[in-house]
């Protein structure tokens, strides 16, 4: 008797199949994408939170 091999080829998001390649090729394209630096983070995490009060 034989084992199915079946490989998962949903890598993302569940109900919707990417391949590895995609996959890698959509993480390289956020990797180039802006980031902030930590001061700016805290800066509009304050402004978020004070807003969120109001």
């Known amino acids: 008797m034989k084992t199915a091999d079946k490989k998962n080829k949903n890598l993302a ?12 090729d959509l993480i390289k394209e956020a990797e180039n994408g802006p980031f902030l630096t930590e ?14 009060k109001k």
Do not use: D, H, T
């Open 39 to 52: 001061k700016e983070f805290e800066k509009r995490f304050e402004e978020w939170r004070l807003n969120r």
């Open 13 to 24: 998001i569940p109900g919707k199949p990417m391949s590895q390649k995609a996959f890698a």
